[in-house]
């Protein structure tokens, strides 16, 4: 026997063996095959008391193909204990999986489909001994087998496996899905007929050469097999699980990402630090669970002694979740599972018990597949996550863990009695015990760091390395240098925050003097305030009273903010006047926020863009340093709060926040105007409710006056259009909608510009380009995601966060907004049973038998029925009677599941095969009918409808009035070019060719669908009600309002067409002046074109493609147009052309006439283009005349001859041969001659026009 073979199969059963826990290795301690056969008959007599007979029989084919394995390894294994492990898993299985009879019977389902694969070993029993390739075969089946087991055993191992069973079984079948299908192909390749010839005659014929080429190409297969499942399976489970875990942190509004980055940033200090802890007998005890309460570790010690960064209780926690980390790395990652969170107290989303539930879900959902699948069940149908929920559902995935360690840090920084609530989830809920932070937790296992002397060391080792830095800047003596870390370390008592606060101060020293000074004993700070004493002393009045206004504002800002500010919103907050609506960015803080307040204030790299400045997060060190400062009167809270509240408000107050969309935000305000928007938006509420807390003083009465004057201004600014009740919470809650909306029409508006100018704003006060969510709530309101393609995922969880249970269900990853939506889906997709039959029309054949037994069957909704005739030859696609299909026929009956069955088998409802009754497409049914979910399924079938049938189907809705199905055809799909899409549904609003029933909608004069349409293109035109509110001086507005009326005479074609609905629209969005340029184009009254003509303000008004009345109007209109001394006859468009070129294009003699009559000067007069043309250049080439096919020589030539003809011919000439080639001058000449035109040809010769 081979010694590399035997290394092989013992590798395999090493690594199943190190994946099992102790007890499950004891319990399968001597089991065999007998023993597992009276295992099996205890569990048949179990479940026949229990009345839950379930044919175990079934598994017989199973252990005959085990004990052939058994016999197999057995040749290459001589250790005895490997039986256990073959037959072990199997009675560890059934033993659990016996208390829940439905857990029985998938178990032995899965049995049955490994045995399937594994029913061709009893031909290779003698063949392996002598075959190498084969042995390679035997210790891939080998492999797969014991991975099987693993699996099994990882499902019905877990604590509580019943609350998790569903989706613990989802996750195994889909691990085991690649081991049967290994398994399986292994199968094809030793069932060759000439393969298994020689397997059987293996004595006689030895040297059956096809067999040696068969086995030698054995181990390339196994490794394609291999790698090509493998690669399948990743491919399969990353995506999706991708998307459940972008849907589960915009839901739970946690990033997975930004826990991690807590834990990997490095403490500045020595790497040694803090090792001491792994050392503690107290630690080693509850590392081991030896001790009396060994699942809780209490680690305390003085406010400050563990600031983040430097090497007390939250470096100390961080080196035991790194160390927890590696241990779980290097064992079975089934075995144990680590969280952790630390609590910030300037961080809003790090300083409550919701926030720590959020992050231990999270990482739960990323640790484990089968807590992935479960959490998203649980939360995809939920209307909104209450703190008990999220308890509950923290609880369930942490104890389905076989174990688990949650590492909490910084609970003194929880806000209120936050530190309680999780403490008490924590012993309550998860250990089931009482108590409360210190009081309780003082009664477990605990390390006081204060009290703990290589605690005391780490301090002395980081004061020498920062003292070396000191002693380097003021040229200290060895003994000064001593002296210095000795006063220091003495006076810390433990402390790292003091050490470090006073290490920066005297490192920020301007002179050895004032060094010196520093140390003196009246001086020298004793405890924590009195250094930030010192520091406060030396900002605030030692450099000027510039400086020390820059200090207090931004420490003020600092301090009262609702979460930490970025350095580049604090620099807005010195540039922004908001009451001038101005942006003065003269005002920017030339040196860095860490300069100007010194060791007051921690500044943090930005996650997404590091090392950027503008991006950076301030917060103040420690809380310590907060309240020192409010208590000594450097920072007043309530004055904070005050000034801060009535910035926010007249901010969001300003006409360039409340009606943006009259704004050119590129000349009429600039970018940094809203520099200060995304926390303004968020947190001005919390500003104006901590400002109206206290009335107890005159001036903080005044204040708070002045505040709600302030609110009241806010409110009517953001709600001209409404009434409402100043301090209600619905006017509250109606303000921040308004605020939002205005935010998104902002950031749009922004968005456009930056594309149109192809420049981005100012990082100093913008930053740089974050694709942020418009929701205010969400902690991606501000931060954002780096690519627009994320963010598109993230909303879809906020709009459609309902999502079906149902892997394989569209829904599961589209979901619905609400539940009511979803419980629809559910009812109409996944019903249990077939509903009772619904009377179909009898024109449809219902009721008839024999050929029509498809139709029957889809009218119940019989799904089996329509399998099986389908197995029999029953064409799906069926349109021999009333050219109605079966699909039409499940929509018209309401039955989702067999239009799913029918679409999945190819049949298309988008489409149909003859022309005739197109109003029976299955897609058109279902919106006339109001068939939400089966339209939405058609919809979001494979990649969904094209632009042109999405088009279509949006006209047949708001021709149908349905309301309803316009919105599920808007939220399917987002159009790729919303230009082209807005022209092909006006265009098939007016043309559609659908049923009668749908004719009457095309003459009501009711825009309703059509505005809800346009709205969502551009929902910043409309305002909360719907009412379309955009000016028609916005650009935006000219872009959109203008494409109606210029690539198509939209307006013309909806009146001739008597689509009075969309006519309607047009006139509701057109501008005055567009209206009255349209009327001009069809009205042929003199009076009624002299009216317009009087009342419009600007007579030569351009439209977006630079064309003027005169360009647009007929030859009628342009006579009396002619008539207005106002109007500009030089007036050119887009192309430079005045109206003469124009209209000599179009050959439009009588026109000319009017003009040339007018000014003959338009004769000649060349365009303002490269080319240069002139109206006889337009006359003789216009590539549009040529490309539309029409042809009409006549007409073109009588304008030639007009103009060669005319008072102006010699100046015509002349332009004409300026701008011409040799052939065109020929070409000119002789059709002059030909025409006779003697007058003509005496001005060429005359100025000659021919070269030659």
Known sequence: MASNQQTSFERSLELFRRELSDDQIKQMDGVNQKSLNDTIQATQNILGRRNDLCKLTRIQRFLHAMEHVEKLVTIFLNASDFVAFIWGPIKLALMVATTWTDAVRQLIDAYEEIAEALGNLAFFHNLIQSTDHLKLVLEDYFSDILRFHRSVLNVFSRPEWKRVFKWAWGSFRREVKPILESLKRKQALLSDDKLQSHAIFKEVQDSDQYAKDQFSNLQTSLEDIRSTLASEQLQSKTIQAQEMKAYLESRLDVSHSRTDLQLESQDPVLESSGNWIFSDSTFDCWERGNSQDGSVLFLNGSPGSGNIGYTGKSTLAKKIIRR????????????????????????????????????????????????????????????????????????????????????????????????????????????????????????????????????????????????????????????????????????????????????????????????????????????????????????????????????????????????????????????????????????????????????????????????????????????????????????????????????CCRYLSSPSFTTPMSQDISGDIQWEYFGFLDYAAAHYAVHIQEAGASETSTDSSSNVKAVKAAVVDLENANFREASFTTGSDKTAQDLKSAIQDNVLVVRTSMGLQRERLKTTQSDTIEGPLRHKCHRVQCSKFAVGFSKEAVLKKHLAAHERPFRCPHSDCFAHTVGYATSKRLESHNEAFHHNGTKSKIIFPDRFGAGLTGEWDLYEACNAGNLDEVKRLHCEGADLHDIVRTHVTPLCVAVEAGHAHICRYLVDNGVDPFHFKLKSRIERLPVSRAIKRDRLEILEFFLQNGNGPDDSVLTKNIARAIHANRPAALGVLLDAKQPKDHANMATLVADRIIYLDDSRSSRARVHSSDATLIHAWFQYLKPEFYNQKGVFIALSDSTEYKIWAEMFSNERLFLHDAL?????????????????????????RLVSSRDILEALITNTRDINYRNNMGESPLHTTSSGAIRVLLESKSVDLYSRNDNGETVFSAKAGSHDIETLEYLFKADPKLAWTPDESKQGFTPLHHTMKNPKYHRTGFYLPGRALRVIKFLLTCSEAKRVLVAFKARSNDADRKKLRDLARKEMLKEALDIMDLISFNSV
């Open 324 to 647: 927890q980390k590696w241990k779980k790395a290097s064992g079975s990652p089934e075995k144990s599972f680590l969280a952790y969170f630390f609590f910030k107290h300037d961080a809003a989303d790090q300083r409550t018990t919701r926030s720590m539930l959020q992050n231990i879900i999270i990482q739960l959902v990323h640790a484990d597949e089968t807590i992935m699948r479960f959490a998203y069940e649980k939360l995809s149908t939920m209307e909104a996550t209450e703190l008990g929920d999220l308890k509950k559902l923290a609880n369930d995935s942490l104890t389905s863990r076989l174990t688990a360690t949650l590492v909490l840090d910084g609970l003194d920084e929880a806000i209120d009695n936050e530190p309680d609530i999780s403490i008490n989830w924590c012993l309550n809920e998860l250990l089931t015990r009482d108590g409360r932070l210190d009081v309780l937790l003082s009664a477990y296992p605990q390390i006081r760091l204060d009290m703990v002397d290589a605690h005391q060391k780490d301090i002395e080792r980081f004061t020498k390395e920062q003292a070396a830095k000191i002693r380097n800047r003021f040229e200290l003596t060895e003994q000064e240098e001593k002296s210095l870390i000795a006063k220091i370390s003495t006076t810390s008592q433990g402390m790292f925050l003091y050490v470090k606060v006073v290490l920066n101060n005297l490192a920020m020293m301007d002179s050895i003097q004032e060094y010196q000074d520093e140390l003196e004993a009246e001086t020298f700070p004793d405890d924590l305030d009195q250094a930030y004493d010192r520091i406060a002393q030396r900002i605030l009045k030692m450099h000027g009273h510039s400086r020390h206004k820059t200090v207090k504002r931004i420490l003020g800002w600092v301090i009262c903010a609702a979460r930490p500010l970025r350095w580049r919103e604090i620099q807005s907050r010195f540039c922004i006047d908001a009451e001038k609506e101005t942006c003065n960015i003269r005002n920017l803080r030339r040196d860095s926020c860490k300069s100007i307040c010194s060791s007051l204030v921690d500044v943090t790299d930005c996650d997404m863009f590091p090392k950027i400045e503008s991006e950076q997060v301030i917060s103040m060190v420690h809380e310590s340093a907060t309240k020192y400062l409010v208590r000594n009167g450097t920072v007043n809270l309530l004055r904070e709060h005050t000034d801060m509240a009535l910035f």
């Open 1056 to 1080: 001739a067409n008597r689509c009075h609905s969309l006519a309607t629209f047009l006139m509701d969005i057109g501008s005055e002046e567009y209206l009255q340029l349209i009327t001009m």
